[in-house]
Nanobody
């Protein structure tokens, strides 16, 4: 079992920044890669970024490259998503997910086994 708890969401003006956190726990969580997804009302869950605990290998959705940065702190068992130059279209619930290492499709939400409860990000224009 892996438990994930997101935090750091909130209301921010366009052009602002937020840093989301995802605290992981459980006996086997390091056997998983960690991903950030987001889901806006009426839309499907969308891949944002992914990172591995060992080695810190990262992968991003093309649309967020340059604005979002995923990182991890192994000592704190926490993954972060730094979001800069936020736009109103970034408004969504952001979820942290855990994907078994070796999974073929890192950007597919169905390939992730565990999820956090989500944190709301609202960007005003």
């Amino acid at each position: 079992q892996v438990q994930l708890v997101e935090s750091g969401g909130g209301l921010v003006q366009a052009g602002g920044s937020l840093r989301l956190s995802c605290a992981a726990s459980g006996r086997t969580f390091r056997s998983y890669a960690m991903g950030w997804f987001r889901q806006a009302p009426g839309k499907e869950r969308e891949f944002v970024a992914r990172i591995t605990w060992i080695g810190g290998s990262t992968y991003y959705a093309d649309s967020e490259k340059g604005r979002f940065t995923i990182s991890r702190d192994n000592a704190k068992n926490t993954v972060y998503l730094q979001m800069n130059s936020l736009k109103p279209e970034d408004t969504a619930v952001y979820y942290c997910g855990a994907q078994p290492l070796g999974s073929a499709n890192v950007s597919l939400s169905t390939a992730y086994t565990y999820w956090g409860q989500g944190t709301q990000v609202t960007v005003s224009s």
